[in-house]
C-alpha cells in the first residue's frame, strides 16, 4: 500500500468521522433548540397565566372596593335622609302649640304622677311651656321646680325617693324612634336590606 493511498484513507475517515459529529451536533442543536423552545411556551403559558390571576385579582380588589365605597355612600345617604326626618320630627313636636300642646303634656304629667306615692313633688319643663305647666299644676299637688332643656312635656321628682320621671317629648318621641325605625326606613327606601342594621344603629348614635 502506498503513502498516497494510507493518506487517502485517513483523510477519508476524517471526513466520515467528521461528518457523523456534524451531524449528531446538527441534531444534538435541534434537540436543544426543541426543548428550548418547548420551556420558553411553557414560561410563557405560564406567565400568561399568572398575569391572569394578577388581572383577576386586581379587578376583584376594585370591584369590592368600589362596593363597599357604593354601600358606604348609600348608608350615608339613608343617615342623612333618617336625620332630615328626625329634625322635622322634633321641629314640628317644638313648635306644637294651644290645646294639642296642652293635651300631650298634661298627659305626659299625668302618666308621670303614677310613679309617686307621697313627698314633695317637684316638676321641671321647657322654659317657654312655664305658663302653661303653671296652669296645669295648679290641679295637681305638684310644683313647677325649674326649665329643662327639651321639646316639652316633663321631668318629675319628688324629695320622698330617689325616683325620676322624664315624660319629655324627646323621651316620648326616641321610644317611638327606636321601635319604628325599620318601619321609617321601609318606607323611606322601600326596601329593609342588610344595610339597615347599619343606617339605624348610626341614626340612633347621632340623636
Known amino acids: 500500500m502506498s503513502l498516497e493511498t494510507v493518506v487517502e484513507d485517513i483523510r477519508e475517515e476524517a471526513r466520515a468521522r467528521a461528518e457523523e459529529i456534524t ?24 406567565r400568561e397565566r399568572e398575569i391572569e390571576r394578577q388581572i383577576d385579582q386586581e379587578r376583584e380588589r376594585r370591584l369590592s372596593s368600589a362596593t363597599l365605597e357604593a354601600k358606604q355612600e348609600r348608608l350615608a345617604a339613608r343617615r342623612e ?4 326626618v328626625r329634625e322635622r320630627v322634633e321641629s314640628a313636636l317644638a313648635s306644637l302649640e294651644g290645646d294639642r300642646r296642652e293635651e300631650l303634656t298634661r298627659t305626659l304629667l299625668e302618666s308621670g304622677l303614677e310613679e309617686f306615692e307621697d313627698g314633695e313633688i317637684e316638676v321641671y ?4 311651656d312655664a305658663a302653661m305647666l303653671e ?14 332643656d ?21 323621651s316620648v318621641l326616641n321610644d317611638v324612634w327606636e321601635s319604628e325605625i325599620r318601619s321609617i326606613s321601609d318606607r323611606l327606601f322601600g326596601d329593609i336590606d342588610d344595610d339597615l342594621e347599619d343606617v339605624t344603629s348610626n341614626a340612633d348614635s347621632d340623636q
Open 23 to 46: 451531524s449528531d451536533a446538527d441534531q444534538r442543536a435541534e434537540e436543544i433548540i426543541s426543548e428550548a423552545e418547548s420551556d420558553a411556551e411553557q414560561i410563557v403559558a405560564e
Open 81 to 84: 335622609v333618617l336625620g332630615t
Open 125 to 128: 319643663g321647657r322654659s317657654e
Open 135 to 148: 296652669s296645669i299644676l295648679e290641679s295637681y299637688d305638684a310644683t313647677l321646680a325649674g326649665e329643662q
Open 150 to 170: 327639651c321639646l316639652g312635656g316633663v321631668v318629675i321628682e319628688s324629695s320622698a325617693s330617689r325616683v325620676r320621671v322624664k315624660n319629655t317629648f324627646d
